[in-house]
């Protein structure tokens, strides 16, 4: 029996969730679905801070959206310039008062470890909505719900990782999660991009089936069930040039499709720069909105559990 | 090279040979101002080769005694008072430290936020000395001899 076990809970890290956890909120989600108006009950007179030290506009907007999808409301800053810290006010500090105005709060932060660290002076759930290139767990959550939304299941898949393996968090999330599922999976990053060394160790561990790439040979799609594009964030790279250099390394389009199975879903965390075409965007493969929808569904599913309202 | 008794203070032995100039550098300089013997490479049956350190008038607290461990894995620490061992030490690394190590990663909340207390789960293999950040997650590996 799972219910009630996430209340007053903090969402730091997806390896803090059990397996039979992870596939409740999966459940949970499906069934705030079909509450209809009801689901404006869940967080009726609750208030979620949306705490964002460095820009995330999509992240931000998906939790804010999900809490009023639930009923609640919503307070918080998006960038560190307007908040305290420009005035010299501690993680610690901030955390222990917003706690104070906020029944549950999500949080961005540039330095890893962020979100845990603000867990430990939180009178309130934390949900961590990014902590620098280190973990994403809601994204990942709304990821493992997209590919039960759309691939019905997730042991005996075969997944493909295309793009910043080093700096993209949602990868390394992600792709601990999928290795408790049984799933096969295969990554393909430019030279200096891989998957750093604790996410390697941590796959090893798990005993998980996976292989790297440093180049895309067109047949390397063939076999996957689901692709996860990724885009190589500026702001992770000391230098315009290197940025540059690397950026155009591997763009998915129709052409490169063909090698593909006809149902290979197609998935970004968005915003996309040129690594998808947009002539992709109108096949049935492109499963980057519908991804952006489950994400939000998701994260109505965490707060509302979180809370304690289902 | 003659190594004297001390009536009071520390002698560091079986440290690992050529890393007694790493302990000595874990004490604050200003505590230095005293009597050091320090020999170097000298012969041991357990290790080849070791360091001794001698140093009067000095304690040692247990952040120091849990880097020294690190440094050199097999140090023993005895604690003169009146000419004699008091106390003989031989520390220990615990699976997890905290507070006496700081993460290398330069991007880890610990780094920004000093009143944190930095938090490492940590194991040896052969040599090298392994420890990986509980709060960003970053696994360092350092050699018998550095901490970082």
């Known amino acids: 029996m799972i219910m009630g076990s996430f209340t007053g809970r903090h969402i730091i890290d997806t390896a803090d969730l059990s397996n039979e956890e992870i596939l409740y909120l999966v459940d949970t989600a499906n069934a705030i ?12 007179g609750k208030t979620l801070a949306t705490l964002f030290w460095e820009p995330s506009t999509r992240t931000r907007l998906s939790f804010e959206a ?3 999808n639930i009923g609640g409301q919503v307070l918080g800053f998006s960038e560190a310039q307007s908040s305290s810290v420009s005035k010299g006010e501690t993680l610690a500090d901030t955390i222990k008062t917003v706690s104070q105005y906020a029944d549950i709060i999500a949080m961005r932060h540039p330095m890893e470890g962020s979100a845990l660290a603000a867990s430990h002076f939180s009178d309130s759930p934390i949900i961590n909505g990014g902590d620098g290139a280190h973990l994403h767990p809601t994204q990942t959550m709304g990821d493992i719900y997209t590919l039960f939304k759309e691939k019905g299941r997730l042991e005996g898949l075969k997944v493909g ?8 968090r949602t990868i390394h999330t992600l792709a601990r999660v999928l290795a408790r599922f049984g799933v ?28 790297e790439f440093t180049d895309l040979e067109p047949t390397a799609l063939k076999d996957l069930d689901m692709l ?10 000391f230098s315009e040039e290197e940025y540059l250099r690397k950026k155009n390394s591997y763009v998915i389009n129709r052409k490169i ?9 197609v998935l970004h965390p968005l915003p996309r720069n040129e690594e998808i075409s947009t002539d992709v965007d109108a096949l049935p493969n492109a499963g980057y909105f519908r991804q952006a929808k489950y994400g939000l569904q998701m994260r109505m599913a965490i707060i509302a559990s979180c809370l304690g309202r289902i | ?10 002698v560091m032995d079986h440290i690992n040979a050529g890393v007694g100039i790493e302990i000595l550098n874990l004490f604050p300089k200003e505590l230095l101002h005293t009597r050091i013997d320090y020999a170097a490479f000298i012969d041991s049956p357990s290790l080849g080769e070791k360091d001794i350190i001698k140093i009067e008038n000095l304690n040692v607290d247990p952040a120091t005694l849990m880097k020294m461990a690190i440094l050199s894995p097999k140090i023993t620490i005895s604690i003169i008072r009146d000419g004699k061992v008091s106390k003989k030490i031989r520390p220990t690394v615990p699976p997890v430290i905290e507070g006496v190590l700081t993460c290398d990663n330069p991007k880890c909340v610990t780094r920004q936020e000093p009143y944190l207390a930095t938090k490492f789960k940590v194991s040896r293999e ?14 360092f590996q350092t050699k018998i001899g550095t901490l970082s």
């Open chain 1, 161 to 168: 990782f295309l793009g910043d393996m080093l700096f993209g």
């Open chain 2, 126 to 139: 052969e040599n090298r000395f392994i420890r990986q950040c509980l709060y960003c997650e970053h696994i």
């Open chain 1, 33 to 44: 679905q079909n509450m209809g108006e009801k689901a404006l009950d869940l967080a009726r």
């Open chain 1, 66 to 68: 999900a809490m009023f």
């Open chain 1, 257 to 265: 499709l063909e090698n593909a199975k006809n149902d290979l879903l």
């Open chain 1, 184 to 211: 096969e999976m295969t990554f393909f990053s430019p030279e200096g991009l891989n998957i750093p060394s604790y996410v390697r160790a941590d796959l090893e561990e798990k005993n998980a089936t996976f292989s």
């Open chain 2, 1 to 10: 090279m003659r190594i004297e008794r001390i009536k009071n203070g520390i």
């Open chain 1, 228 to 237: 996860y594009v990724t885009r190589i964030q500026k702001e992770r790279f």
